[in-house]
């Protein structure tokens, strides 16, 4: 098979960024960095221009996502795994409920098993490439799953489990791009790398009244917390709009930015059309076309951020991403311990939907001319 096979440039996208994370960054927010390179780049975390950036953020996810009243918007620093080790420190209280449908789903879970102060966690588990909610059980306080399961592609639906307990969902590969009802949960937790087209290492979680006050209460407890994974450390400095140690100021400067531009532009009804109309486009191709086929089987859980594509046989996946990349389209493989013949396609709102239909078009090019 030829590696070398050269796609022409008037069929590529005219960004070729289609990452699930780390994942496209619009260059506004690039251009707003530049900047403020001299400014607010190497100044003090403590002092009112990055405190302002703090209270950007906070003030833009409240308008983002419509905060009923009582919630906060808490931030620091580590990313989603790092919530899960502060879930399981500071808001399970005995055990907790999981829906386990991939890889995120599945790594909560195993924190939460860990840990030797709580009780085996109840995990309801479905085939890749399908969901599992967690089903309501008698001692549980917490119910979680992932909104988005990223290495599979598969979206799963965020309401209320009817039960006593916390709904904790993992918004992280939805956040910004599908839109959700936040008075469904209690902790909606993600990081910025993804459709909220920023860098990684932040973790940002809308805490309702309830889960604010089960975070005291377990505070207040006497299980030993480290500092860093104490959410009721976080939720003090954030009220604040700081961190409880330093963050990336750059981070917090592209998140900002995005805020900004998905709030002018209409918020979650236009992130969710804009996502909505990309994944249409590729799962139409991947149906319409002889040899890939979406991995996802029922339409209604096909995730419109991240499109899952299988190939039959003949047709080397592998392949098509080591070609595509070698002409600029990248980070397209797919999660890693999923182990197929796919292509992982991130269709988050930076995406524009016309280099959507490039890429499938490029696909076309290459499945005609594999040797
Ligand atoms: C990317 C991702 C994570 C991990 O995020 P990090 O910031 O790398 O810790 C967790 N959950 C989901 C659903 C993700 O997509």
């Given at each position: 098979m030829t590696a070398d096979l050269v796609i022409p440039a008037d069929l590529l996208p005219a960004d070729g960024r289609f990452g699930s994370g780390p994942s496209k960054i619009r260059p506004e927010a690039v251009d707003e960095l530049a900047a403020a390179g001299r400014t607010l780049l190497g100044t003090s975390h403590r002092q009112a221009p990055v405190k302002h950036l703090v209270a950007r953020i906070r003030a833009g996810l409240r308008e983002l996502y419509a905060l009923p009243d009582g919630y906060e918007v808490v931030l620091g620093n580590g990313g989603s795994t790092t919530f899960w080790d502060i879930a399981v420190s500071?808001?399970?209280?005995?055990?907790?409920?999981?829906?386990?449908?991939?890889?995120?789903?599945?790594?909560?879970?195993?924190?939460?098993?860990?840990?030797?102060?709580?009780?085996?966690?109840?995990?309801?588990?479905?085939?890749?490439?399908?969901?599992?909610?967690?089903?309501?059980?008698d001692g549980?306080?917490?119910?979680?799953?992932?909104?988005?399961?990223?290495?599979?592609?598969?979206?799963?639906?965020?309401?209320?489990?009817?039960?006593?307990?916390?709904?904790?969902?993992?918004?992280?590969?939805?956040?910004?791009?599908?839109?959700?009802?936040?008075?469904?949960?209690?902790?909606?937790?993600?990081?910025?790398?993804?459709?909220?087209?920023?860098?990684?290492?932040?973790?940002?979680?809308?805490?309702?009244?309830?889960?604010?006050?089960?975070?005291?209460?377990?505070?207040?407890?006497?299980?030993?917390?480290?500092?860093?994974?104490?959410?009721?450390?976080?939720?003090?400095?954030?009220?604040?709009?700081?961190?409880?140690n330093t963050p990336a100021v750059a981070t917090l400067l592209l998140l900002a930015n995005q805020l900004d531009w998905?709030?002018?532009?209409?918020?979650?009804?236009?992130?969710?059309?804009?996502?909505?109309?990309?994944s249409k486009r590729l799962y139409a191709w991947a149906e319409a076309t002889e040899g890939?086929?979406?991995?996802?089987?029922?339409?209604?859980?096909?995730?419109?951020?991240?499109?899952?594509?299988?190939?039959?046989?003949?047709?080397?996946?592998?392949?098509?991403?080591?070609?595509?990349?070698?002409?600029?389209?990248?980070?397209?493989?797919?999660?890693?311990?999923?182990?197929r013949n796919q292509l992982r396609i991130g269709m988050f709102v930076n995406v524009d939907p016309d280099d959507i239909t490039a890429l499938t078009r490029c696909l076309d090019y290459l499945l005609e001319r594999r040797g």
């Open positions: 500071s808001l399970i209280d005995r055990r907790s409920a999981h829906g386990n449908f991939g890889e995120f789903s599945a790594k909560f879970a195993a924190a939460a098993k860990a840990a030797p102060y709580l009780q085996e966690p109840v995990v309801t588990s479905a085939p890749m490439g399908s969901i599992a909610l967690p089903e309501p059980v549980v306080d917490l119910y979680a799953w992932a909104h988005n399961e990223t290495s599979t592609g598969a979206i799963a639906p965020v309401s209320r489990i009817p039960a006593d307990g916390l709904t904790v969902i993992d918004g992280t590969s939805a956040a910004g791009g599908v839109p959700v009802d936040i008075s469904q949960t209690d902790v909606y937790y993600f990081a910025p790398q993804k459709n909220l087209g920023s860098d990684g290492g932040l973790w940002i979680a809308l805490l309702s009244p309830a889960a604010l006050d089960r975070v005291r209460r377990i505070a207040a407890s006497d299980r030993w917390i480290p500092p860093t994974l104490s959410l009721a450390t976080a939720v003090d400095n954030s009220v604040k709009d700081q961190t409880y998905l709030n002018t532009s209409g918020g979650l009804a236009f992130a969710g059309a804009r996502t909505s109309e990309s890939p086929t979406p991995f996802v089987a029922d339409p209604a859980l096909r995730s419109p951020v991240i499109g899952t594509i299988d190939f039959a046989d003949d047709i080397d996946a592998a392949w098509l991403a080591t070609t595509l990349r070698r002409n600029g389209i990248v980070d397209t493989d797919p999660y890693r311990s999923l182990g």
